[in-house]
């Protein structure tokens, strides 16, 4: 089916048609064929599960751009992570903007809805934004959609989001039957049962633009499902560096997916020599520019930093959360280059964005699960990392190796894995947990007033649709009466109302036993308990929301020491928290806290990497986790008419936002100054920004980190105070 006669049926743009005839693309693939004859584009609800690369989100583009032009129509694009919506927000900018077609994204700031994002014809939301603004009741939204585009639905078996995604699924559903839905999702084995769910047309393919071959390494032999074998002839240390040289001799790239135990970084160092013997003059220059760029100045630099640098000279990298999102992206973009020729993931990059190699590598099967030891991973899991193998337009085939350890484990994992399918979508709604939160939200958005509404919301959701809970409406009348006795809701005659705490709760997007936490735990300070910034942060590190350390039995005689150091200032105890109760869950309370509280004492990066085994990244997640949760302690403690406590709370955040004692506060707050900078302020006499008002450019250039043009900015920022509260403004809303 030609792509031109289908588009000039539908009457698409002369020149969207010809931009992409010109660009090569002439025919549907057999997927696409196959949902424009089951009437996507005629407005039907589809659902496509189909592999990686097969052309999902072309379709999605084709009913939204269809919408907007020819019916005025507004779409939602609802992507699982903030990588994967920043990708097809720049995709979906550079292609839809000459047909005039405005593209905006919002992935942030939860309790406070864009009331500028009404502007945009496709709006591209992570799950939880666009739950954000349902609970606003964001009129603007809802009424005025025509497509929503479901990305990785099957992450509706996520236990942490996808409870949000279902909810959200329902809801617009719901309030919005006349909208087109069409889900995107990875092979999975109950596509039927997903799309009964939508009351959706299914389009269920495994075809590939690449042929996938998938095979076990064991004694240098490559044992395909095709029955074809490889041999492996390398020389080389190790079995990972030998398959990795053989895919580059082909001229391909290489994707190695390893559990975190140990780091990516161990196997990386293991083949980058190997990865080096391939390179060319030219690509060494490349990454020699790329190896600077990564490290940074001389104070940002780590020592995983300066790993990362080591092996990306040798043309291989290393990409986890314990990077910066900076590194990561220059990472991404050299590979798609081709000149980083090798990198070592764990599995969530494959979950994120788009980065296909000739040969993807699963090392390991198995990881350590907290109570349960070395489990092996999904099948689903194994078959989105091979799902990487094969890059379009360079490859023929693409590759998916996995890697035994005798003949025996070999016949396993083709049992396990190759020749299994993975396993069904199954909603992860039921738990009280995740019930709780959405209960209060239905509630405080004034969706629902009473059990029997609820119920007949939860009627619309994949949980009720896979008849999982039989005891339903028990449970959700339990959760009523919880929310009623902590005061998140009320009743007036036969409805439900949230009061004041529960609308507080509900809009800063908080678990409600988050919320319990931070209320009780203001209470106490409020009658006299004596705090301490430990005793605050630790108040945080205890609630659900909180994002907190992995703990290993060689940390916990430390964090005992800590933990006994500090219990005095602790506000919160195992008699107020029973999760406290679970002794791994304290100490990787007491870990972030012990963490944070180094942090704002202005420690090193580096010093802290090294010290609690982490990375960059890592720092950064854990300090916006809890920048998020003081934000919301003060906006409680506001509700709770504790104003003072609402200033120490503030400052506390800017503190964490920064990593600075307070004593720096001030100095922050001028732009283009942070943790390092305003600390040689300060050792050099200017501690607050009045003792800058007579200083000259050349006083403060000669100031280590800062240069003429940073001191005329700080000199000009004195000069117009409120040139400087925009400035932050902007600023504060830039990190939202």
């Known amino acids: 089916m030609q792509i031109k006669t289908v588009l000039e049926k539908y009457h698409f743009p002369d020149e969207m048609i010809k931009a992409l005839t010109d660009s090569g693309i002439i025919d549907f693939y057999p997927p696409q064929e196959a949902a424009i004859k089951k009437g996507v584009l005629d407005g039907k609800n589809l659902l496509l599960s189909v592999p990686t690369a097969a052309g999902k989100t072309f379709i999605a583009e084709l009913c ?6 020819q019916n005025n129509g507004r779409c939602l694009y609802v992507a699982p992570l903030k990588a994967l919506a920043s990708e097809k927000f720049q995709d979906f900018t550079e292609r839809y903007s000459p047909l005039g077609i405005k593209v905006g994204i919002s992935t942030g700031d939860l309790d406070s809805p864009n009331k500028f994002l009404n502007r945009y014809q496709i709006l591209i939301a992570t799950a939880e934004k666009v739950d954000s603004l349902l609970r606003s009741r964001a009129k603007w939204l809802i009424d005025s959609l025509s497509v929503v585009i479901l990305d ?63 095979g076990v390494y064991y004694n240098e032999e490559i044992v395909f499902n095709t029955d074809a074998t490889r041999l492996i002839k390398e020389e080389a240390p190790d079995d990972l560096s030998k398959i990795t040289l053989d895919t580059l001799r082909g001229k391909g790239q290489v994707l190695v997916f390893v559990n975190h135990r140990p780091p990516p970084e161990a196997p990386n160092h293991q083949i980058s020599e190997s990865v080096a013997q391939t390179l060319k003059p030219e690509e060494k220059k490349e990454l020699m520019i790329l190896a600077k760029d990564i490290v940074g100045s001389k104070d940002e630099a780590t020592k995983i930093c300066r790993k990362l640098s080591d092996v990306i000279l040798c043309g291989a990298a290393f990409h986890h959360a314990g990077l910066r999102p900076r590194q990561r992206k220059l990472i991404e973009d050299y590979f798609k280059k081709n000149i980083i020729k090798v990198i070592c993931s764990t599995p969530t990059l494959a979950a994120g964005v788009n980065l296909p190699a000739r040969r993807a590598v699963i090392r390991d099967c198995k990881r350590y699960e907290a109570g349960l030891g070395a489990a092996y991973i999904p099948t689903s899991e194994y078959k989105q990392c091979a799902g990487r193998a094969g890059r379009p337009k360079y490859d023929d085939y693409g590759e998916a190796v996995l890697i035994a350890k005798s003949l025996s484990e070999s016949s396993a994992l083709f049992e396990r894995y190759i020749n299994a399918r993975p396993e069904p979508v199954v909603s992860k709604l039921g738990s009280e947990s995740a019930l709780r939160i959405h209960v209060l939200s239905s509630i405080a958005a004034g969706y629902v007033h009473d059990v029997n509404g609820m119920f007949d919301f939860i009627s619309h959701t994949f949980l009720f649709h896979q008849k999982q809970i039989t005891n339903i409406i028990e449970l959700i009348g339990r959760i009523f009466d919880f929310l009623q006795m902590e005061n998140f809701i009320e009743k007036s005659g036969f409805r439900y109302f949230a009061t004041p705490f529960g609308q507080c709760v509900s809009r800063l997007y908080i678990d409600p036993l988050t919320g319990i936490i931070l209320r009780e735990g203001l209470k106490k300070i409020h009658s006299g308990k004596s705090f301490s910034s430990v005793g605050l942060l630790h108040l945080l590190t205890i609630t659900p929301d909180a994002e907190t350390l992995n703990v290993g039995e060689k940390n916990y005689e430390d964090l005992e020491d800590f933990a006994h150091k500090f219990e005095d200032e602790f506000i919160m105890g195992e008699d107020d928290v029973a999760a406290l109760e679970d002794y791994y869950f304290y100490m990787a309370s007491i870990k972030t806290t012990w963490m944070l509280t180094r942090w704002i004492d202005e420690e090193k990066e580096e010093t802290l990497c090294d010290s609690f085994g982490i990375g960059p990244g890592d720092i950064h997640r854990h300090t916006e986790s809890i920048q998020w949760l003081l934000h919301a302690a003060s906006i409680i403690a506001d509700l709770l008419s504790y104003r003072q406590l609402t200033f120490v709370l503030e400052d506390l955040r800017s503190r964490v936002r920064y990593g600075i004692k307070a004593e720096l506060l001030n100095l922050v707050s001028l732009r283009g100054v942070g943790r390092v900078r305003a600390r040689n302020l300060f050792e050099k006499g200017f501690k607050k920004i009045p003792d800058l008002k007579f200083a000259s450019v050349d006083d403060l250039s000669g100031i280590p980190q800062i240069g003429k043009t940073l001191a005329k900015d700080i000199l000009e920022q004195i000069k117009s105070p409120r040139k400087r509260a925009l400035q932050l403004t902007i600023q504060d809303e830039a990190v939202k």
């Open 64 to 69: 939204m751009v269809k919408s907007i032009l």
């Open 152 to 214: 990785e639905i099957h992450f509706i078996n996520d236990a942490s989001r996808g409870p949000t995604m279902e909810i959200l699924t329902a809801r617009i559903r719901q309030l919005n039957s006349n909208v087109q839905m069409v889900a995107l999702s990875a092979t999975v084995s109950n596509a039927d049962e997903m799309a009964g769910w939508l009351n959706a047309e299914l389009v269920e393919s495994t075809w590939r633009p690449v042929p996938l071959k998938e």
